[in-house]
Nanobody, 127 residues
């Protein structure tokens, strides 16, 4: 089991930027698939971005964040990041990071396949 802790959330105006971080309790993230998900009030949790553990380093984004958000990872620091630019009010949500050992690339978008979750960090974008 991996403990994950997000940080970096906050209140920002539309068009602004935030960088979320998620630190894990393991020595290295090198064999973990890592994802970011979010949940807005009254809505279901949705996929935001994910990065594969494999050497290909495949990255996937939800369509509505593509071109604005960037996921990256530092395996040695056991940390995954989510750089969020040009934020919109509809990006307001609690953001969660997730991890799963050797999760296949085909399942990276599926929240139910992750077995380690952080406590979440609130992102609020004002108009």
């Amino acid at each position: 089991q991996v403990e994950l802790r997000e940080s970096g959330g906050g209140l920002v105006q539309a068009g602004g930027s935030l960088r979320l971080s998620c630190a894990g309790s393991v020595g290295s993230f090198s064999h973990y698939a890592l994802g970011w998900f979010r949940q807005a009030p009254g809505k279901e949790r949705e996929f935001v971005a994910a990065t594969s553990w494999s050497s290909s380093g495949s990255i996937f984004y939800a369509d509505d964040v593509k071109g604005r958000f960037t996921i990256s990872r530092d395996n040695a620091k056991s940390t995954v990041y989510l750089q969020m630019n040009n934020l919109k009010p509809e990006d307001t949500a609690v953001y969660y990071c997730a991890a799963r050992w050797l999760l296949p690339q085909s399942q990276l978008r599926q929240g139910l396949e992750y077995d380690n979750w952080g406590q979440g960090t609130q992102v609020t974008v004002s108009s």
